[in-house]
């Protein structure tokens, strides 16, 4: 028994909830906050037997698509001038985490 821990971007969520509805895995969905851009998250936690993982991290690859940003970046110098230059940064995808569990109830 495995435990899976998905972060997944909030513009990929629904997608991927929809598919793993579809495909008949139960999960748990939590609206969380990223910390590098406190852009918005979902994070699923998924019980599923060891023989299901690769199912269920095919629909989260499918699902997850990784976009490039452009933010700010505030530079302020020595003279107290600021300067703002757009950096590129890639943002969506998924963040897994698979785990042993030795004990999976549902009461």
Do not use: C, H, W
């Not at 909030?10 to 495909?23: P, S, T």
């Not at 020595?78 to 995808?93: A, I, N």
Request: aromatic share 6%; charged share 20%; hydrophobic share 45%.
């Amino acid at each position: 028994m495995k435990l899976i821990v998905a972060i997944i971007s909030y513009q990929d969520a629904n997608r991927v909830q929809k598919e793993l509805i579809k495909e008949k895995f139960t999960a748990t969905r939590l609206a969380t906050t990223g910390g590098f851009l406190r852009a918005r998250n979902a994070t699923f936690l998924l019980g599923v037997n060891d023989d299901k993982v690769p199912d269920v991290l095919d629909i989260i690859e499918r699902g997850s698509k990784t976009r490039v940003k452009v933010v700010p970046n505030t530079i302020i110098s020595e003279y107290g001038s600021v300067s703002t230059l757009p950096t590129q940064v890639q943002v969506g995808g998924a963040t897994i985490f698979v785990i042993t569990v030795d004990q999976f109830l549902k009461v």
